[in-house]
């Protein structure tokens, strides 16, 4: 069974940087889209940012300029940095496998979490 292992979260003050790492148990998933959701108490999941196999990107307009996703295939390691954290971006941040030509998740990781302290 693919798995997603997410680390890097944790307690960082607004303003600070953090960076989340995703490694999938299978290479063949680096021929796939992936990426990044986050969810909120209350609120639905929503789509942080995304990467395809050949390094096109897609973010959310409230990252837009923030956050950076990037991808080692070679490591089969997905990564988000993420800058000038705001309060409003504390969140369990979700890895993802995407179906292919789409930002629609087909996998998920147990999710890490990001907690921005004003």
């Known amino acids: 069974q693919v798995q997603l292992v997410e680390s890097g979260g944790g307690l960082v003050q607004a303003g600070g940087s953090l960076r989340l790492s995703c490694r999938a148990s299978?290479?063949?998933?680096?021929?796939?889209?992936m990426g990044w959701y986050r969810q909120t108490p209350g609120k639905q999941r929503e789509l942080v940012a995304g990467i395809t196999s050949g390094g096109t990107t897609n973010y959310a307009d409230l990252v837009k300029g923030r956050f950076t996703i990037s991808r080692d295939n070679a490591k089969n390691t997905v990564y988000l940095q993420m800058n000038s954290l705001k309060p409003e971006d504390t969140a369990v941040y979700y890895c993802?496998?995407?179906?292919?030509?789409?930002?629609?998740?087909?996998?998920w990781g147990q999710g890490t979490q990001v907690t921005v302290s004003s």
């Open positions: 299978e290479s063949i998933f680096m021929l796939y889209p």
């Open positions: 993802n496998v995407f179906a292919r030509d789409t930002w629609y998740p087909i996998r």
